[in-house]
């Protein structure tokens, strides 16, 4: 986020060597928001008492506004960041034991190599919940906007609307004291309620969007202020990117919060941020996927993929591996009848991720509930919580030319190493989860500490 630049105030151009400022132009000065500095008289002679105005100039000149608090706070926040970069996580906890009641409470602290740096990782993450405020515009009307879906292949997109919307710590109702805003309509909602698949129109969408943009921009000053670069908006389903292109500014400034993060297709991971696809058909967790067997239980399976033909990648894969002999490699557009897709990712040690019709995939998610090593398949996307998470640790990246090859890669992978990736798995899983209320460290708080980073715009390697 770039500062404001220092602004000129009042008078500053008069000479201050003699003469006394006229009382009208002490008036603008008192009453200037704007003002920074006044000097008087020359700096060589004893300075008179103070007058009312003056003394009432100086008051006005030691306080500081809202703005320029919270970019203050943001700079310490960085500070503290870039400090903890080449420290370890143990220093950082006895540096911080206001924050050791709330550890305890959830019992985690980031360690190992499944992060890029656990210390920093760790410092950002308590500056966010010091300081991360979160102003949630009122406008707009159910349920195309404050509502989204919770029971859903887009479960992601509506939990984090709920949450945030309920949330006391990060939300406030101080839109002046807000570091990011946040525009809460579901695009989902809206292809549900405004989409004609018999037309195929779908510029009721992005005229919704930008209406909503347009009201916002005209009703408050803070999207004007900065090009809409400190707020955000959030979509899981597909058309995510076809609906920002609504605005310029919203596709180009502001945070977009995506599941669909396919840098072909605009996708900055500089300013934009990879949701993860999480489909909760109930709502909550799979039972089968609540605790996984044991961590040292012998898994049949090398690889399992059962799916629909969406897209080239799943194409490709099916063509060559769909029905094939092998007894340990099960791939399947549709599994036979009584059998149960959980059970199969339960008894298998990788499983394949790709991509459907657009880059992400809830087999991602679905692998790592059930300690299965995700195997990713895919072109142009951008991983969830890349920023902190090294997925090299937990996954397998194959590219899709090498799909015809895929047993042969996995095969070959070392016992010693399938076992490191599977512990590298069970150690992030906490944050892909959606817990309800949410706790420290879960999905709804790593999609938050995302935004956070685009917020102070700070890296953590």
Known sequence: ??????????????????????????????????????????SSKPLLPPTRNQTSIRKVRRKKNDREKLEEGLARARAAIRASLTRNVVSLISNNPSDSNEQNDSGFVPSGAVYRNPGAFYQSYLEMERRFKVYVYDEGELPITHYGPCKHLYTSEGRFIHEIEHNGRFRTRSAQRAHVYFMPFSVTMMVKYLYNPLSKDATAIREIVADYVRVVSSKYPFWNRTQGADHFMLACHDWGPYASRANPFLFNTSIRVLCNANTSEGFNPQKDVTLPEIHLLTGDMPSKLLSPPPFNTSRTLLSFFAGGLHGDIRAFLLQYWQNRSDSDFKVHEY??????????????????????????????????????????????????????????????????????????????????????????????????????????????????HSIWLRRINEKLI
């Open 335 to 448: 599994l036979p009848k009584g059998q149960d897709y959980f059970s199969f990712m339960l008894q298998s040690k990788f499983c394949l991720c790709p991509s459907g019709y657009e880059v992400a995939s809830p087999r991602i998610v679905e692998s790592i509930y059930a300690d299965c090593v995700p195997v990713l398949l895919s072109q142009n996307y951008v991983l969830p919580f890349s920023d902190v998470l090294n997925w090299d640790e937990f996954s397998v990246q194959v590219d899709v030319a090498e799909i015809p090859r895929l047993k042969e890669i996995l095969s070959a992978i070392p016992e010693e190493k399938y076992l490191r990736l599977k512990r590298g798995v069970r150690a992030v899983r906490r944050h892909f989860v959606l817990n309800k209320p949410s706790k420290r460290f879960d999905a709804f708080h790593m999609i938050l």
């Open 1 to 42: 986020m770039e500062k404001s630049s220092k602004e000129k105030f009042p008078g500053e151009d008069l000479n201050r060597h003699g003469g006394e400022i006229n009382s009208e132009l002490k008036t603008e000065l008192t009453n200037s928001h704007e003002f920074r500095a006044v000097l008087y008289g020359d």
